[in-house]
């Protein structure tokens, strides 16, 4: 019942937003109280209305883990179809997202602002929306960190959390600034591969332009493939030419034979490699280094330890 | 008899002029017999093992030749490279088996095109054009999926599969074909081989949705990759090539006689049933394990069998043994390209040989046009 | 002796019986005609008996059913030359002609032997395609076509031959050469007989020794041709005055003729 009412309301809400919207009426007379707005990261004013925002959905999984880090996930009424973190987002209702998708699921769970990646390809579907009175909200989509914290400040505005938004940032920032301060004292420069897909199907790494990248300066390691731009194929000789001290994989393990870790280390001709004779080779298990969130900085930490060793000062 | 044909040539003859280019091409077969001979093999074989030099010694990582002969003069005599000897690792346990891959791969995709073209009668047909490699990939996927496996031996529930399924598939078209066009025309083959690979690609993505954690796995498999084969993916292939390319081979004669038709085939003697199905089986074979390895890879089996015959003409006899070795050189040297055009980057094979083969084939096409 | 005999011969295409309970002999020496109106199943006859289309009833090759023969053995007693012809490939006439001894090399490694050479050197002699021989096959006329297969199927040497309408490309002076040839063939030696489908009925009964005459797939007539064509029979078959209307054809030439 309570959900019927909230539907019928927000349909008001949107043919009201619409009525604005094409009678450019004076706004003063429509909304008694202060409209907010907020600059999303396409650089695109979004008006909010002035109720709190009390619905929303977050199509890519970085837009879910923010809001969760921002304890707005109450607010939650639907959710891309990848968002898998934390496991709780599980069990909100999933709507297609990328290119499948679907203006008629969104709208059926009524949202009043929907957070999308400004990758999200379908720029007619997402101005239907709009048209129905929801609140598109361009979200992150870009490798650097700078990028993330102001992803982060804007779910935040959105979600009237700019305190929690704030405290967050901060613990990055202070997170990350540790790390780098601790890596100075570390003497030698290492050098790291990441590896993003197994030698099985061709190996693809992170190059410059991506977290992994940004991250491993900060704590002082040269990524060996910073030559190469994005996440890219690039040749199996090329890795033993570069000799990494350190390998760290994100390969997913699917409980059946080898580990990512395991299958790197077993693999003929890598033997010589630095990292496979001292047994430098991890596994980051669950996207941490490869999501604009918070967990960034779980990420930088572990990257630290498998750089410099679990006790390293 | 004689007599009364002399008129005749005389008119003949001057027709025949115009059309000469076809005779100077296949005067040479009538002199030396059908097949090639020793000088000929002798070629073949040194072009693909200067092919086989060449892209040993160049790929991403710059090795001096004089490193490279070093390097092949003490695998050879046995000593065991010191430990810290990346070029060594490289060379031996990367370049060269993958190398030896791509050009088992090579030969054995355009031959079972050679194959498929005489034995259909069609210039276009290949085990991509008429759906065996999507088949091939179909049943791959599905072993991927529901995780079939033979626990003994590693591979060989893909390879199985992808053998079955591709046979399957071959089997499916050419039934449909014969239903739809007895004279198998090559529209109708073609035809159905796209709406084929078309339902196939769809029946993938569907298993794909459903495999949930698995779905990394199957969407990097039909990505299909020889990057990371060694040395027991290029036996694996050689023997292939050794059991069901002999058997090709074997059958240049009765692909001859196919190459002309079905119908005169079964006339002249041959057991066009036994021939079919042998042939039919050994390139689904082939095709079925060069998938499970290397993806599918398009263009291979359709444009070196024309390259090929545009060299020794249609007789099967020389075109097997020219498509065998054309396929090694042209996918080594596809290979060589995708390793080093945008070095450290590497681009997939199919994007290599798709690129190339399409503006081949298209040449390849207008000339036929011309010619005939 | 009896070369070939057909026992109560019906084709189906699907559902539809297109001949019907078909019977006849051909004894050495003799040359069959097939005749009758379009539709009448004389190529689907000729099919069968090639085995090119499932069949039911009986077809004996000197006595032993078709259907056990070994392709080779099949190939070395009946051997067909089909209506039209279409080759997508470049191989030469002397190629195709050489496919024509298939049945008697079949081995893979194989080399042809003396005589395989000489048989093609004879076939492409008496077919007139010696000139052409190293000519690629595409790019021979209808009529050089069909002569170049008819040399293969002279090189293999059946003792029976099929011919699907043999005439179909050629302008009247082949018509002509093609049909002596034919004949000097079938007297060349002992135990030969021919077996085709002619839709020229002056042709037919000018050169055939028997004939079979069809309609709807079912026998009208069979025997030797002059019992076979009587105007009778043919009126029948044809539903028209095939007399009539060949003499009519006759009478400007013979008109010019006079004058």
Known sequence: MKRFRVSVLSVMAAAALLLTACAKAPEQ?????????????RGREIALGGAPVTRVIGLTPSDCEILYALGAQDALVGRGEYCDYPAAVVSIPAVQSN???????ILALAPQVLFVSDMEPSDERLQALEAAGIAVVMTN????????????ALIGDVMQKEAEADAVIAQMQAAFDALAKKAVQQGEKKTVYFEVSPLEYGLWTAGAGTFMDEIAKMIGAKNVFSDVEGWSEISEEQVLLRNPDVIVTIGMYDGEGLTPAEEILSRTGWENVTAVKNGAVFNLPDNELSRPVPRLADGARMLYDFVYGNDAA | MILCMGTTRHKRLDRAQPSSKGTARLSRAETAGEGFGAAAYIAFAAVTLLTLLLCVCAGSVRIPLSETARICLQAISGKRAAQSDTLAAILLS???????????????????????????????????????????????????AFGITIPAIPLAGTMGMAMLFALLSLLLILTLAYRLDYSLS??????LGVIYSMFVSSIIALITAFAGEKVRHITFWTMGSLSGSGYREALILLAALAVCGTVLLCSARELNAFALGEENARHIGVNVRRVKLTVLICVSALIGVCVSIGGTIGFVGLVTPHMARLLTGPNHKRLLPASLFGGAVFL???????????????????????????????CILYRMRRIV | MRLLEVEHLAVSYGKHEIVHDVGFSLEAGRWLMLIGPNGAGKSTILNAIAGGIAYTGVIRYRGQDMRTMKPGAFAKGVGMLAQNHYVEYAFSVAEVVRLGRYAYAPGAFSRPSGEDTAMVQKALALTGMEALSSQAVPTLSGGELQRAFLAQL???????????????????????????????????EEGRAILSVVHDLKLARSYGTDALLLKNGRTLANGAVETVFTKDNLNRAYDMDVYAWMNALQ????????A
């Open chain 2, 94 to 144: 990367m370049r060269l088996p993958r190398v030896l891959c791509v050009a088992l791969t090579g030969a054995s995709l355009s031959l079972c095109g050679a194959a498929m073209q005489g034995l259909l009668k069609n210039p276009l047909a290949d085990g991509s054009t008429l759906g065996v490699s999507s088949g091939a990939a179909l049943g791959a996927v599905l072993s991927i």
């Open chain 2, 332 to 362: 080594m040297l596809a290979d060589l390209l995708s390793r080093v055009l945008l070095n450290p980057i590497e681009l997939p094979i199919g994007v290599v040989t798709s690129l190339i083969g399409a503006i081949l084939f298209l």
């Open chain 3, 251 to 258: 009478r400007p030439w013979d008109e010019t003729e006079k």
């Open chain 1, 141 to 152: 989509a870009h490798y650097e960190i700078d990028a993330v914290y102001q992803g982060i």
């Open chain 2, 186 to 191: 090559t529209n109708t083959i073609l035809l």
């Open chain 1, 99 to 105: 290119y499948e998708l679907n203006t008629e699921q």
């Open chain 1, 29 to 41: 007379a429509q909304t008694p109280q202060e409209t907010r707005t907020v600059t999303d990261m």
């Open chain 3, 154 to 188: 002279l090189a293999q040497n059946p003792r029976v031959l099929l011919l699907d309408e043999p005439t179909n490309h050629l302008d009247p002076l082949y018509q002509k050469q093609l049909f002596s040839l034919l004949l000097e063939w079938l007297h060349a």
